[in-house]
């Protein structure tokens, strides 16, 4: 008999009040709920993730990052932190071979990049690009504020979300130094603010959400002659309730099947049906998380439950999935956490 799959959760948070940035949690997959397992002591973790390899977690944290090695139970051990000579940043991620760690600073709009080490640990600066400009209105907000850095999946190039100057810089990437070279422009409509990148299975397509008009942009991604090639092939909403709303972060479910985004405002979740010939979007239902500021939102792996973190209600919401009826039920009572950013489901070694 094969044995289930194991999972935990980790939830990176602010940290005002309470010093511990990162929760682990348990999954348990048969009851689509959490019980915390740990807590690590990290100031403002704004954002985490994981190395392709599965085994170190980065994160955003006042002033620099740091990276943690992932135990066999899934708990967190800490290994170094490094600086980024610049303002906390609020995204990162890493290349595909797990070599550079990119951060994406929306306070100073600064792209950095970071050399990674065999052991996970993080290293020099190797690249820092500020954006530069000014956007439709020459206010707070239409400057540059980076929110997200992202690698295509055949790595050459980083796809980097400018939300004050309503584009996406596509950038060459160079392995053998660490750099990047601008090389295109992918741009968005006025004060529609894109805000996070996630790219298909397959490479082929990107999906684009964008914070203010609460749309997705969907783009097709090849590469000829040396030269990237993206063509727009679908723009649609992720909201109906209204203008006074803000998308939130975008995530696909395990298996790439659905695509999933967050309203806050409407306080609503929407969940789309990926067409994973063409890359289309097909939505799914659109309803209220029984939370405040839904920051972010992810099925469980196997989409039958999902979690919201409500950033300004300091919950944790969980929900049945219904993608043939089109709907999601309470699942139990909310779980407490201080002001919850991001959340990344990791499995567990068999």
Same mark, same amino acid.
């Given at each position: 008999m094969k044995e289930k799959s194991a999972y935990v959760a980790y939830v990176s948070t602010y940290t005002i009040g309470d010093s511990h940035g990162i929760r682990v949690y348990d999954v348990d997959m048969e009851q689509g709920r959490f019980k915390e397992k740990g807590k690590v002591?990290?100031?403002?973790s704004s954002y985490i993730c994981i190395s392709h390899n599965k085994k170190y977690l980065y994160s955003i944290t006042d002033f620099g990052v740091e990276a943690y090695s992932i135990q066999f139970d899934g708990t967190l051990e800490l290994i170094n932190f490094a600086p980024i000579n610049g303002m906390r940043g609020?995204?990162?991620?890493? +290349?595909?071979t797990d070599k550079y760690l990119f951060v994406a600073g929306y306070h100073d709009g600064k792209l950095t990049v970071l050399q990674l080490l065999e052991d996970g640990s993080i290293g020099k600066i190797? +690249?820092?690009? /500020?954006?530069?400009?000014l956007g439709s209105i020459a206010e707070r907000n239409f400057r540059p504020h980076i929110n997200c850095a992202r690698m295509t999946h055949d790595n050459k190039y980083l796809l980097v979300a400018d939300?004050?100057?309503d584009h996406v810089?596509?950038?060459?990437?160079y392995p053998d130094q660490g750099t990047v070279k601008l090389v295109d422009v992918l741009r968005s409509e006025l004060e529609s603010a894109p805000r996070h990148i996630k790219i298909s299975k397959d490479g082929r397509f990107i999906y684009i959400v964008h914070e203010w008009k609460c749309f997705i942009d969907v783009y097709t991604y090849e590469e000829s002659k040396g030269e990237p090639h993206f063509e727009k092939i679908q723009t649609i909403a992720t909201t109906d309730y209204g203008n006074n709303n803000a998308a939130c972060a975008l995530s696909f479910s395990e298996d790439y099947k659905y695509l999933i985004s967050s309203n806050a405002g409407s306080n609503t979740v929407i969940l789309y049906d990926v067409n994973m010939e063409d890359g289309t979007l097909t939505r799914n239902f659109c309803l209220p998380v029984s939370g405040d500021y839904p920051k972010d939102a992810e099925l469980f792996p196997g989409s039958k439950f999902l979690v919201s973190l409500n950033h300004e209600s300091n919950t944790m919401t /969980? /929900?049945?999935?219904d993608t043939?009826?089109?709907?999601?039920?309470?699942?139990? *009572?909310?779980?407490?956490?201080?002001? *919850?950013?991001c959340i990344v489901f990791y499995q567990l070694p068999q």
């Open positions: 002591e990290i100031s403002n609020c995204y990162l991620s890493t +290349d595909y190797t +690249d820092e690009i /500020f954006h530069k400009g939300q004050g100057m810089n596509i950038y060459k990437f /969980f /929900f049945k999935v043939e009826a089109h709907t999601i039920i309470m699942n139990g *009572p909310e779980i407490l956490v201080n002001q *919850p950013n």
